[in-house]
């Protein structure tokens, strides 16, 4: 696993070992042998790791912090039944038509029909923005999804007269001159910024020089709305911020094991609990059952069965779970807004 997006893999390895720990004082007999692969965020690092696990024989992984990642790990594993569970990557094509890789989250075209809806029926909407990163498969999916659902509201509701501006853009571009001009002459109020931290970071600074101030529509792949506060508004030095980030957690940790996660998490790295954190344990929760009840857990097709029958019942950031077809789930999702004051829950669909 790599940590290309600021604390998201290090509070998801806390939460895998704090879902190791915890499955085994709940199942005494069981002792699970965990490997860690590590690489970088280059493809080619991540192939090597995938060689590395598959000379181990390991019959399942988690791992995939980005899409791009998690689908070099499923085109090296899935050929040799290796099961492979990511966390946090969420491009439909990483799970799509793959058997033996499965989906914690669910997949962009879900996330980004949500965001325009929130955006359009929440929002009220009559210029929106977009800066659509085609460099990656999650950024560029989800940036799609986003535009085409904004468009077939647009079309459905002509009394809206809602404009809608693109400007695409190649990740690490930090050169947002031209573009915040022509949003700011446009007197586009709400921009869709559907990319990485770093990216949102230059174009709010771009804005704040600017003394533009439109309101900003995210995804996770900014990170935490924690960090969001703790970073971002700090070192862009813009008090006049507003954003809403969706999210798959809405804060609140559910089922028996939340209070025993919530104090071994604090023993481990005297960390609080993210959405990172409490969705790797939830992935390592589910592959653990899924192990247990196979008629060889070291075999990744019967680790494959019981994980495509597996239905949550002591996870920590849903009260239901579980696969549809294509081996990701289908979750609310929770806006929250950001801003100078805080963070706080704005609504769910």
Not at 106 to 125: E, P, R, Y
Not at 266 to 273: E, R, V
């Amino acid at each position: 696993m790599s940590d290309t997006m600021d604390e998201t893999m290090g509070s998801a390895l806390a939460g895998i070992k704090v879902a190791k720990k915890l499955f085994e004082e709940t199942h005494p007999g069981i002792k699970i042998d965990m490997s860690f692969f590590t690489h970088d965020h280059d493809l080619e690092s991540v192939a090597r790791a995938s060689d590395q696990i598959l000379k181990a024989k390991v019959p399942a992984v988690i791992g995939g912090e980005l899409s791009e990642e998690a689908l070099m790990l499923g085109l090296k594993l899935e050929p040799k039944h290796v099961v492979l569970v990511t966390p946090t990557a969420t491009a439909p094509e990483v799970t799509k038509d793959r058997k033996f890789v499965f989906g914690a989250l669910q997949t962009d075209s879900i996330t980004g029909k949500k965001i325009a809806d929130f955006v359009a029926s929440h929002l009220n909407a009559d210029s929106v923005g977009v800066v659509h990163d085609i460099s990656s498969p999650y950024t560029d999916h989800l940036g799609t999804q986003f535009l085409t659902t904004l468009g077939s509201f647009s079309a459905a509701h002509p009394e809206r007269s809602m404009s809608i501006s693109e400007e695409k853009i190649l990740g690490k571009t930090m050169d947002f001159e031209h573009i915040v001009a022509r949003f700011k002459e446009k007197n586009v109020k709400i921009i869709s910024v559907l990319t990485h931290r770093e990216e949102l970071l230059g174009f709010v600074i771009e804005c704040n020089r600017q003394n533009y101030h439109p309101i900003f529509i995210g995804c996770d792949g900014w990170g935490t709305p924690q960090s969001i506060v703790k970073y971002l508004i700090a070192k862009s030095s813009d008090k006049n911020f507003v954003a809403f980030e969706p999210t798959f957690w809405d804060g609140k940790l559910r089922g028996p094991l939340s209070n025993r996660f919530r104090s071994a998490l604090k023993n481990l790295n005297s960390a609080q609990a993210n959405a990172w954190s409490a969705v790797a344990f939830d992935s390592a929760w589910m592959l653990f059952e899924s192990m247990q009840r196979a008629k060889n857990p070291n075999d990744g097709e019967s680790v494959r069965e019981e994980l495509r029958k597996f239905k949550g019942s002591a996870l920590l950031t849903t009260d239901r779970f579980e696969f549809s077809s294509d081996n990701s789930p289908t979750r609310p999702v929770h806006f929250l807004r950001i801003d100078s004051r805080g963070i706080k829950r704005e609504v769910t669909l």
